[in-house]
């Protein structure tokens, strides 16, 4: 009898070191994997505000267009927010024809990182036609519709 209260006893005893080095190594790999990705989704929904800016100065530059027949620099008369938590707005070489908009990382946000989209821009060029721009210079995948 005791032969079989030491067996259960031995059944018992719970996982092996081999068996919880196994089940770390596996949530390792696991977290190694969704990590960058992850990290990935939460700068694009970052860059959602530098478009969001920067849309917004753009139906103002057009609004102010229709009625003062030229584009303008200074953000206040645009009555559009000059910056926001991760990125700053800044319009520069107005004209009658044209203008550029830049949305850049604001220090210490964690988009100051996104090499890729830390500086975005919209580009409004003479014949009406908007130029998306991108600091790591594929506009594609900051401007993602």
Known sequence: MNA???ARLHERRGF?????LIAIL???VLAAIALPAFTESLRKGRRSEAVSLLNAVVQAQER??????????DLSQ?????SGQHYTIAVTAASAYAYTATAIANVGSPQADDSACSTMSIAMAT???????????APERCWSR
Request: proline share 0%.
């Open 64 to 73: 102010i267009r229709a009625n003062r027949n030229a584009y303008i620099t």
């Open 4 to 6: 079989r209260r030491l």
């Open 16 to 20: 092996t070191l081999i068996e919880l």
């Open 26 to 28: 596996i949530i390792g």
């Open 78 to 82: 645009l009555g559009v927010q000059a």
């Open 127 to 137: 014949g009406g036609a908007l130029n998306y721009g991108a600091s790591g210079g």
